[in-house]
């Protein structure tokens, strides 16, 4: 069964400091990763997504995400973050199976002070 | 173009009515799930169309939870006999074929359900 993991419930970084939100993940075959970030009060926004090719994702509003197939991750970072940033983070893994459902982590609260 | 649109933005109901939820996928788009999200639960998978095939309705929590999809395009969730424990965001979210191909799925903003 596909699992996701997220250790920290909360993240706190100073405005213009680099930031990491750290996701591990567990599939049985090949693993499409996603990452998408919660605003209050609205919907998943989509940051991101690894499939293949290149370990590191770029995506979004400045986010990048580094995939390490030895060590089952899929880390958020941001080199230099914002007070806007300030939300809730998800990592997703959905196996290449073909079962079409996404698997979420807990979610890692992000806040930036100023 | 328009975005996943869910409705109505809240619902409270009384414990034991029955409630419905709609949701308009983005245009084109074949592959339409549900998911909740709850304080306890995070968040989780409820049911997944594709096309015309048979749902994947594995995610239903209870035999009080259904859904259809109608003309491969507006899906409907309806919860019967709600209880307190139903009270969670009900997420929308639709893909451009959900198949063998690595989809994003783009949500909705979500129903918020308040069962009293």
């Known amino acids: 069964a596909q699992s996701v993991a997220q250790p920290e419930d909360q993240v706190n970084v100073a405005e213009g400091n680099p930031l990491t939100v750290k996701c591990t993940y567990s599939?049985?075959?090949?693993?499409?990763l996603f990452w998408y970030v919660q605003y209050p009060n609205r919907g998943l926004q989509f940051l991101l997504k690894?499939?293949?090719?290149?370990?590191l994702v770029k995506g979004s509003y400045g986010f990048e995400a580094e995939f390490n197939k030895s060590q089952t991750s899929f880390h958020l970072k941001k080199p230099s973050a914002l007070v806007s940033d300030s939300a809730l983070y998800f990592c997703?893994?959905?196996?290449?199976?073909?079962?079409?459902?996404?698997?979420f982590g807990t979610g890692t609260r992000l806040l930036v002070s100023p | 173009g328009a975005g996943v649109s869910q409705s109505p933005s809240n619902k409270v109901t009384e414990k034991g009515k029955d409630v419905e939820l709609r949701c308009d996928p983005i245009?084109?788009?074949?592959?339409l799930y549900w998911y909740r999200q709850s304080l306890g639960q995070g968040l989780e998978f409820l049911i997944y169309?594709?096309?015309?095939?048979?749902?994947?309705k594995s995610g239903l929590p209870s035999d009080r939870f259904s859904a259809e999809r109608t003309g491969g395009s507006v899906s409907t969730l309806t919860i019967q006999r709600t209880q307190q424990e139903d009270s969670a965001v009900y997420l929308c979210?639709?893909?451009?074929?959900?198949?063998?191909?690595?989809?994003?799925?783009?949500f909705g903003p979500g129903t918020r359900l308040t069962v009293l």
């Open positions: 599939v049985s075959g090949n693993p499409y």
């Open positions: 979210a639709s893909s451009r074929s959900g198949t063998s191909a690595p989809d994003t799925q783009y």
């Open positions: 690894y499939i293949t090719g290149d370990n």
């Open positions: 169309f594709q096309g015309n095939s048979a749902p994947d």
């Open positions: 245009s084109g788009h074949t592959a």
């Open positions: 997703a893994v959905r196996d290449s199976g073909g079962f079409q459902k996404l698997v």
